[in-house]
């Protein structure tokens, strides 16, 4: 069974850092691009990011460029996300998700359950 | 802002048929980038539903229909059941966000 588990999510402060990660298994995780999707309070889903199965392809959505880093471990099966000078926006659940091919433009058919961040001081 | 604009909600009862629409602002829909659907019950991962714009992954119910047509792309439940009550949202890419998704601002269906 293909499965994604987010963590590393937490409380932070304004300007402050956290590092998020997703483990996957059940499928050969270097073969298929993997994204970051958010949903903050009351809100709808937002793209935040992704990277092509290489590793070498990297995207991000102009709210979060220049300060959300993106990267693969296909050694260990490990999707991360590097969040830096974070905002009161960016509080959200933050879900893994894997798309259908090795580039981003697919359809994402298995998500994780995803992890809270919360921006406050 | 979403360059992707969906109705906030639509209703219907139990058996009918109910059609969300998909409008790219921007000719967002008109590059040659697929739309995707993804249904988003509270509390749960969101679910693809329709993918390459007409294709439903394995396990979705027959149901579920996608079509696209230029800038603007549709997702249509027939015979609605009361599990089919979630948030929908569409999905693509536009070159002019170098690459990057964008989804729909997102539909509320309620049974």
């Known amino acids: 069974e293909m499965q994604l588990l987010e963590s590393g999510g937490g409380l932070v402060q304004p300007g402050g850092s956290l590092r998020l990660s997703c483990t996957a298994s059940?499928?050969?995780?270097?073969?298929?691009?993997m994204k970051w999707v958010r949903q903050a309070p009351g809100k709808g889903l937002e793209w935040v990011s992704g990277i092509g199965g290489s590793g070498r392809d990297t995207y991000y959505a102009d709210s979060v460029k220049g300060r959300f880093t993106i990267s693969r471990d296909n050694a260990k099966n490990t999707l991360s996300l590097e969040m830096n000078n974070l905002r009161d926006d960016d509080a959200a659940v933050y879900y893994c998700?894997?798309?259908?091919?090795?580039?981003?433009?697919?359809?994402?058919?298995?998500w994780g359950r995803g992890t809270t961040v919360t921006v406050s001081s | 802002q979403s360059v992707l604009t969906q109705p906030r909600s639509v209703s219907g009862a139990p058996g009918q048929r109910v059609t969300i629409s998909c409008t790219g602002s921007r000719s967002a829909i008109a590059a040659a980038y697929d739309v995707h659907w993804y249904q988003h019950r509270p509390g749960a991962a969101p679910r693809l539903v329709i993918f390459?714009?007409?294709n439903r992954p394995s396990g979705v119910p027959d149901r579920f229909s996608g079509s696209r047509s230029g800038t603007s792309a549709s997702l249509v439940i027939t015979g609605l059941q009361a599990e089919d009550e979630a948030d929908y949202y569409c999905q693509s890419y536009d070159i002019r966000l170098g690459g990057s998704g964008v989804f729909g601002t997102g539909t509320k269906v309620t049974v």
């Open positions: 998700a894997k798309t259908m091919n090795t580039v981003i433009y697919y359809g994402m058919d298995v």
């Open positions: 059940g499928f050969r995780f270097n073969m298929f691009a």
């Open positions: 390459g714009n007409d």
